[in-house]
């Protein structure tokens, strides 16, 4: 579909700011009550999904010009965190905000605007394959000294998905190392792609990028294929989001696709990783926005649009209502719940109405100021619990915490599901 398929829709937002708000019901304090930071940091209709179907009605019935000043700013100034979507759908049923501001982007990017940030990325993306701006070569540094599966030379039933950023960022090499430990003490016959795996391309999609995704998506593809996989497993939530929802939109994909809480719970509950040192430490859990309310898997829909009486739009059979509810929330927490001496505690925002961290769609990129701020937003609401640590499943998320914390000498700790269950195992 395009940005002219969802005329329709723009047209049908009522202009109710839900959207601004994590849903009233679930309001517990004035403090942490929004929902969407892109809003609140720039204090402008324009910044609100609302605002954006506006911008997006107006492209459509040539009332603006793509090259109009300040529209790349609130096209882009946005982390696709899906809070306005699943906001949205609490008060209207079957509007997509989230999935409009993908064409917007789209759009905008095949009409040559796009922000100028994201020219030395897209340079290293076709040079190195990833837009971490590192070397290609570098990719499978992490790996050195395991003993796993090359997959590039043979097969295994289970690929382990590093992503971009556990691959390159150093700090974090412990946890894709963790994952395979605990992959091959399970028996699990595993293997990586190493130097030569590919991105995901679920950042470049919410960047905009879409010829570019479609390209990572179909490598990935057949490489798996080549090499007998059947399940896909990775430890971030871009690259789950990437393989759970937006391949099989595009694509003919069969994998069967897991987080690695996803795993780790399976495992516990079995009974084949068994705890035996006590963990001390009250913690709170973010959710990442794609495990959590955008990591719901994809429904295929072949339907058509029809108007009742030429003026009730409905659409034939009813489509998938993506509100959030299906994400991935209960297993991280199963896992940190069944590690002696940790309790949990939660913030206000969580689940399908967790505040965002700030570093997705390329904003830390393209906006640190705003990155940083949303971040700093959430690791206020993680103080407000009395929690000593904040924990996540996503290197994403955990970096951007990692660096605020760093920045403003904050005393809450910051880790990785994965951290704990190596210190209790």
């Known amino acids: 579909m395009a940005l002219e398929d969802y005329r329709a829709t723009v047209k049908r937002c ?39 179907l506006g911008v997006s009605l107006s492209l459509l019935e040539d009332r603006s010009s793509y090259t109009d000043e300040g529209l790349l700013d609130i096209v882009f100034k946005c982390m696709r ?137 179909e490598n990935n593809i057949d490489a798996w294929t080549t090499a007998g996989v059947k399940t896909v497993v990775t430890g971030c939530s871009d690259c789950y989001h990437a393989f759970k929802r937006l391949y099989p939109a595009e694509l003919d994909f069969k994998f069967e696709v897991l987080h690695i809480t996803e795993f780790l719970d399976r495992q516990i509950k079995e009974g084949k990783i068994k705890f035996s040192k006590t963990v001390p430490m009250t913690v709170t859990y973010h959710d990442p926005c794609h495990l959590g309310r955008r990591g719901e898997p994809h429904v295929p829909w072949n339907g058509e649009q029809k108007k009742i009486r030429g003026q009730v739009l409905v659409y034939e059979p009813r489509k998938p209502r993506y509100n959030g509810a299906l994400g991935v929330y209960d297993t991280p927490r199963n896992v940190l719940r069944s590690i002696p001496g940790i309790k949990l505690v939660e913030m206000e925002r969580n689940r399908e109405y967790a505040w965002c961290c700030g570093a997705g769609a390329g904003v830390r990129e393209r906006y640190p100021d705003f990155s940083s701020w949303t971040a700093g937003e959430r690791i206020e609401e993680a103080k407000a619990t009395g929690a000593e640590a904040i924990v996540s499943a996503c290197g994403w998320c955990e970096r951007n915490f990692t660096d605020v914390i760093n920045d403003r000498s904050e005393k809450m700790k910051v880790y990785d599901i994965l951290d704990l269950v190596r210190e209790a195992i």
């Open 81 to 217: 965190d899906g809070s306005s979507d699943v906001a949205c759908k609490v008060c209207r049923y079957d509007l997509e905000p989230v999935e409009v501001m993908r064409q917007l982007r789209f759009k905008l990017i095949d009409y040559g605007c796009f922000p100028f940030q994201d020219i030395p990325l897209i340079d290293n993306l076709r040079n190195e394959d990833n837009m971490m701006m590192k070397p290609k070569a570098d990719r499978g540094n992490w790996a050195e000294g395991l003993d796993v599966k090359d997959l590039t030379q043979e097969k295994a039933e289970v690929a382990f998905h590093v992503g971009c950023r556990f691959s390159f960022d150093e700090e974090l090499w412990r946890i894709p190392r963790t994952v395979v430990t605990l992959l091959r003490n399970a028996g699990i016959d595993v293997g990586i792609m190493g130097r030569d795996e590919n991105c995901c391309g679920g950042r470049l999609c919410d960047m905009g990028y879409r010829g570019e995704f479609l390209k990572y998506a």
């Open 14 to 52: 009522s202009r109710c700011s839900y959207c601004k708000w994590i849903p009233f019901a679930q309001v517990k304090s004035w403090r942490f009550a929004k929902g969407c930071p892109s809003i609140e940091y720039n204090k402008f209709q324009s910044y609100s999904a609302s605002g954006r």
